[in-house]
């Protein structure tokens, strides 16, 4: 029994069917690859890498799977499996039960041995399904590339190499991939989510939108995260200022609990924050329910700087000092230079601005490094930092250094709301 990619599988040919249908799914990044698993355990309850790779999912999704039972399985019955199965039980059990650094490291060396196991591939790059082993973007990169000659034409790859490229500001290239690989697969969450970014990054809203509400239609109820797709249709009705439309969107297809906890920080969480920002959402912002999702672990011990700077943002929406001085003290304990040299400044901003200390909060956002990538995510993700910092510019009477803002984002690409926003603050800049 082989995989799609030609790899042997320790099972019989009835489950190792059943572990490709999952495959196909973990790798598209739809939803119900966990349920597929569980059927190829249950038909070979022998199937060592079936068990690991549940207990990947379940570890790296947060779907009802005993995490601990299936490593435990995969352990027992490692002696009848491959070397790439028994190598890849052992890098998904580090990354499970040791430290960040350690279990990245045999992620890694397991992919250098075994370059063709796709699944190992997608797990280590950051993407929308797994937090990734790699850090610094350009060693991402240098993986993707190293990988081309491997994988070809594959609809897998061709989505991974997309969003590589969009990551690159290669825009257009990125496009074409992702065009090539929906073409091949339809559904492939990663060459949809390089369109988006590549839409959304060259300013072409109107064309952006059509395109992802027609994919959220057909693909977005199957995929894993699908709110993400409908959190990135929200910045384009954003951008081109149709405030209702956001509106009814996050009401349907992003408030919780249709996003669930560091999701609902990470989409729900920032789109009210940024509606708050533009003056967008008429009323009080239903912030609660993305806090009450969220949960405390993530509020107030962040295990990231990413979730962190999403925490920051949730809890400056719900104007909750208290809880932003709670995630400070946390941040201050954690000696990663990204909580010191980048979230710790963010949170001491969003405690300034919800205390009214306009201008402080600004002085300490425009004192950020330039390179803001430490904190993860992507750019668009990352670009909320600006939008507060504008926000608060503006606020404060400080509008020449607005302007400039508005400017320098203007040239990155059109944008309707910065548009009108710099027109308006014309008259005083002069």
């Given at each position: 029994m082989r995989d799609r990619y030609?790899?042997?599988?320790?099972?019989?040919?009835?489950?190792?069917?059943?572990?490709?249908?999952?495959?196909?799914?973990?790798?598209?990044?739809?939803?119900?690859?966990?349920?597929?698993?569980?059927?190829?355990?249950?038909?070979?309850?022998?199937?060592?890498?079936?068990?690991?790779?549940?207990?990947?999912?379940?570890?790296?999704?947060?779907?009802?799977?005993?995490?601990?039972?299936?490593?435990?399985?995969?352990?027992?019955?490692?002696?009848?499996?491959?070397?790439?199965?028994?190598?890849?039980?052992?890098?998904?059990?580090?990354?499970?039960?040791?430290?960040?650094?350690?279990?990245?490291?045999?992620?890694?060396?397991?992919?250098?041995?075994?370059?063709?196991?796709?699944?190992?591939?997608t797990m280590a790059v950051p993407t929308i399904a797994f937090a990734g082993a790699i850090d610094i973007p350009e060693q991402g990169w240098q993986l993707i590339e190293s990988l081309r000659p491997v994988y070809g034409s594959d609809w897998w790859f061709l989505g991974l190499l997309a969003f590589t490229r969009q990551e690159q500001n290669r825009f257009t290239d990125a496009a074409e991939l992702a065009e090539a690989?929906?073409?091949?697969?339809?559904?492939?969450?990663?060459?949809?989510?390089?369109?988006?970014?590549?839409?959304?990054?060259?300013?072409?809203?109107?064309?952006?939108?059509?395109?992802?509400?027609?994919?959220?239609?057909?693909?977005?109820?199957?995929?894993?995260?699908?709110?993400?797709?409908?959190?990135?249709?929200?910045?384009h009705e954003l951008a081109i200022g149709d405030d209702a439309g956001v509106r009814h969107r996050y009401l349907t297809q992003i408030a919780p609990p249709l996003a669930t906890g560091t999701r609902a920080l990470v989409d729900s969480g920032s789109l009210l924050w940024r509606c708050q920002l533009n003056g967008s959402w008429a009323g009080r912002l239903p912030i609660e329910?993305?806090?009450?999702?969220?949960?405390?672990?993530?509020?107030?011990?962040?295990?990231?700087?990413?979730?962190?700077?999403h925490a920051a943002i949730a809890l400056a929406a719900a104007r909750d000092t208290a809880g932003l001085r709670r995630l400070a003290r946390w941040i201050a304990a954690d000696p990663r230079p990204e909580y010191r040299e980048l979230?710790?400044?963010?949170?001491?901003?969003?405690?300034?601005?919800?205390?009214?200390?306009?201008?402080?909060?600004?002085?300490?956002?425009?004192?950020?490094?330039?390179?803001?990538?430490?904190?993860?995510?992507?750019?668009?993700?990352?670009e909320i930092l600006e939008d507060t910092l504008l926000y608060t510019l503006i606020a404060a009477g400080r509008w020449t250094e607005a302007g400039r803002i508005l400017d320098a984002r203007l040239d990155r690409r059109p944008n309707p709301r910065d548009s009108r926003r710099r027109d308006a603050l014309a008259p005083v800049r002069s």
């Open positions: 030609g790899l042997p599988l320790s099972t019989t040919a009835p489950a190792a069917e059943l572990y490709n249908q999952a495959l196909d799914r973990l790798l598209a990044l739809e939803s119900g690859a966990e349920v597929l698993l569980e059927q190829a355990v249950s038909v070979d309850h022998s199937f060592a890498l079936g068990h690991a790779t549940l207990a990947a999912v379940g570890a790296e999704f947060g779907v009802q799977v005993d995490v601990r039972a299936h490593l435990s399985a995969a352990r027992r019955h490692a002696s009848r499996a491959t070397e790439r199965e028994r190598s890849f039980i052992g890098a998904v059990r580090s990354r499970i039960t040791a430290p960040a650094q350690v279990g990245a490291q045999q992620l890694l060396r397991h992919i250098d041995a075994h370059p063709r196991d796709a699944l190992a591939v690989g929906l073409a091949l697969r339809p559904q492939s969450g990663h060459a949809a989510h390089a369109l988006t970014h590549a839409y959304f990054e060259t300013g072409r809203h109107d064309e952006g939108l059509a395109w992802l509400d027609g994919w959220i239609d057909r693909c977005a109820p199957g995929a894993v995260n699908g709110v993400h797709f409908s959190w990135h249709a929200a910045l329910d993305v806090l009450a999702q969220a949960g405390e672990s993530a509020l107030y011990r962040p295990e990231n700087a990413f979730v962190g700077l979230l710790a400044p963010v949170v001491s901003a969003m405690i300034a601005l919800v205390g009214g200390q306009l201008d402080r909060a600004a002085d300490l956002l425009l004192a950020l490094p330039r390179r803001t990538q430490p904190l993860g995510g992507s750019a668009a993700q990352r």
